[in-house]
């Protein structure tokens, strides 16, 4: 698969691109040399993704980083357009 695919089967994104972890959190499986990135993010709804945060793994997601991830997209559905960024990158 390639990242155009990320687009197209969005919810159905499965290994070795994306693993579902716990509670509505996944991750995104990224692997650049020997490093193993991965985003963790949530689904709100049909149209957004809430990107929480990024880790670099060493073994299994730790169950600290799933609950940061939880955190944080509990602070955005409580008030989306106080957690939402609206500038330039």
């Not at 070795?16 to 509670?23: G, H, N, Q």
């Amino acid at each position: 698969m390639q990242c155009q695919d990320c687009t197209i089967f969005g919810h159905d994104l499965r290994r070795p691109i994306a693993d579902y972890l716990e509670d509505g959190i996944y991750e995104l499986r990224i692997k650049h040399r020997r490093l193993h990135y991965r985003i963790l993010y949530s689904f709100v709804g049909q149209q957004i993704v809430l990107l929480t945060h990024g880790i670099i793994k060493e073994q299994r997601i730790p169950p600290k980083e799933i609950q940061l991830a939880r955190e944080r997209r509990e602070k955005w559905q409580t008030n989306p357009k106080l957690h939402t960024y609206e500038g330039d990158l």
